[in-house]
């Protein structure tokens, strides 16, 4: 598959699992799937799926090339890559050992946030995305500090549909960010103005 038709599958993808992501979400909100069912083991299967997609943009966002090739970049993309791979197979945990999966998968959230946050200044310095896409690495970077993580301390029982469910929003713009940039970015060159 050649690094275009990649990038933007990676941004389809990544648009599909958040919009799937919000739907678990909603039904989570409304009602809450008891721990140890089989029901359990089903919904903890689609948000593997979910994760698995965005770590497929994830890795768009790498072949993109936008957040340049400095050390910031590298560090950033490295974190998010692999935190994101650290989802699945906590994914798997949390059905056996819901808290120390859950306190892995935050930790996780952790990571990949940094990662984001790093990769998103990076993508923002390096200007080779132009536009509001510029900024949606850096929107799932600052989520994950000023929303997430706040909101899942402040819970009593550590977990929060609508955070979870807000956490996808960014994710969705970064899909459509990577679809719709497509190419990637040639050194030193915007987006806008690659053949």
Excluded: H
């Amino acid at each position: 598959m050649d690094a275009d038709r990649f990038i933007r599958s990676s941004g389809g993808w990544l648009i599909a699992g958040s919009l799937i992501g919000i739907g678990i979400g909603l039904k989570e909100a409304f009602a809450p799937t008891p721990f140890g069912t089989f029901e359990n083991v089903v919904m903890q299967g689609i948000v593997f799926v979910v994760n698995a997609l965005t770590l497929v943009g994830v890795l768009g966002l790498v072949r993109s090339g936008a957040a340049g090739t400095g050390w910031l970049a590298k560090l950033g993309l490295l974190l998010a890559v692999f935190a994101s791979a650290l989802f699945l197979p906590f994914d798997v945990l949390v059905v056996f050992n819901r808290e120390l999966g859950g306190m892995l998968l935050g930790l996780s959230a952790l990571v990949q946030g940094l990662g984001l946050l790093l990769a998103g200044i990076a993508v923002v310095r390096a200007g080779r995305w132009l536009g509001w896409q510029r900024f949606t690495p850096l929107l799932c970077g600052l989520y994950t500090f000023l929303v997430l993580i706040p909101a899942l301390a402040l819970s009593p029982e550590g977990y929060n549909a609508w955070a979870l469910i807000g956490w996808q929003i960014p994710f969705a713009l970064l899909g459509v960010a990577l679809y719709q940039q497509g190419s990637p970015v040639k050194q030193g060159v915007p987006a806008s103005r690659v053949a």
